[in-house]
């Protein structure tokens, strides 16, 4: 151990210190760790609220959805599907149907999007269908010839529907009659109630197979768009360049970015937000330390003078002042750090913070750190704490040793 070391350490554990000196030198450690554990735990927030947004997002939606120009839709789909399939980097292409209809429960009614999807090749990417509440994912015309519908969770408790049950959907898109249009209605039995996790889907959302929702919609044979999910999601822009090339100037592609721009990009506002404000505690912790490289200086003004007068050089006195405010900084961010992550691991393991799904699309607060994250806090803890002492060091290596002993 160098000398600067030796006195830094020495000054820091001497049982000889004021109390006062040393409550505080207590505080600036404990206020370096609440700034690093707050925000450590604001931006575990926040990137779990992100990662648990994006997949739950991914679990229901595509990660490309190529749209025809025309407002048509896509008639010889099937063609486009083959022509398309073994592009580089494609998981699954699926055709779907959207629309919006009327359901109809026990005498209450509600607006719901209704999606029509080909079941055996949604089964295999969507998620929505996978986690089936009750009843089964079963899209199979029943003897009477009625289709079968999915509900989601909530929409189901809502209306207080459950598998077996029959329900009426009418569709916007009726019948052209001497009396004007019809809005046209179709009976359907729900065979199985789905729970995505994502409060929306699970409250607006309904399944039913491509024939039933083109039926409903008296439109043919037709889609409205091909969903594409992709092998890597970091080749997503990539893979739909290529897809709308392939499809030709009759087609349009949008990314699961793009559809939800708006939304991760005030995440991303908001991490940038937290990290400016609640940095602030930190900044004040290194006020403390501030105080306490003064207070220091002041107390041990006497030894300074000692250690000058014996042949110590004025850098040696500054580093013995700066490794001080390093130590203290670097037990603070290290106990912010282990308290931070700790805080933040046992919140989201045992979804300790409910949430209401319905404002906030997911039921808890989940937490997910980032040892990015980790690196940057502690470089700037410690930056700031090692900043606040260098006006206090810079002090004590002007002191003159004979202003100071001149009475000794």
Not at 68 to 74: D, Y
Request: with cysteine.
């Amino acid at each position: 151990m160098n000398f600067e070391w030796l006195v830094a350490l020495r000054y820091l554990r001497s049982p000889n210190r004021p109390a006062v000196l040393r409550l505080v030198t207590l505080l600036s450690v404990i206020g370096v760790a609440a700034g690093v554990a707050t925000l450590v735990i604001a931006l575990a927030m926040n990137t779990g609220f992100r990662q648990a947004i994006r997949d739950r997002l991914l679990g229901v939606t595509a990660h490309i959805n190529l749209k025809p120009v025309s407002p048509e839709g896509i008639r010889s789909y099937r063609e486009l599907i083959a022509k398309l399939n073994f592009t580089p980097g494609v998981r699954s292409i699926a055709p779907a149907i959207y629309n919006t209809v009327l359901l109809t429960a026990g005498g209450t009614s509600r607006g719901v999007v209704l999606k029509g999807i080909d079941p055996e090749i949604e089964k295999q990417s969507n998620e929505a269908l996978r986690r089936i509440a009750s009843g089964k994912p079963d899209f199979a015309l029943d003897p009477d010839g009625v289709p079968a519908i999915l509900v989601g969770a909530i929409m189901a408790e809502e209306l207080k529907i459950s598998a077996g049950d029959y329900i009426s959907l009418t569709s916007p898109q009726g019948s052209l009659t001497p009396f004007g249009i019809v809005p046209r209605s179709r009976r359907f039995r729900v065979t199985g109630v789905f729970n995505s996790g994502f409060y929306d889907y699970d409250a607006n959302w309904g399944f039913v197979s491509l024939p039933s929702a083109q039926s409903l919609a008296g439109i043919g044979d037709v889609v409205s768009l091909l969903e594409v999910r992709c092998l890597q999601l970091d080749d997503v822009e990539h893979v739909a360049e290529v897809l709308r090339a392939r499809a030709g100037p009759g087609f349009t592609t949008s990314t699961w970015m793009d559809e939800n721009r708006a939304l991760f990009r005030a995440l991303s506002l908001e991490k940038l937000v937290t990290a400016m404000f609640i940095g602030l505690i930190t900044f004040v912790a290194g006020l403390n330390v501030l105080v306490v490289m003064t207070m220091t200086v002041t107390d041990k003004a006497r030894d300074i003078a000692v250690l000058v007068a014996m042949g110590a050089r004025r850098v040696q006195i500054r580093r013995i002042f700066l490794l001080q405010g390093l130590i203290v900084g670097g037990i603070g961010t290290l106990l912010g750090l282990i308290a931070g992550y700790g805080l933040s691991s046992a919140a989201d393991k045992w979804r300790l913070i409910p949430l209401n799904a319905e404002i906030y699309a997911v039921p808890y607060v989940p937490f997910h750190s980032s040892g990015l994250d980790a690196v940057w806090i502690a470089a700037a803890a410690v930056a700031i704490c090692i900043a606040a002492t260098l006006l206090p060091a810079r002090a004590a290596a002007k002191i003159l040793p004979v202003e100071i002993l001149r009475f000794e």
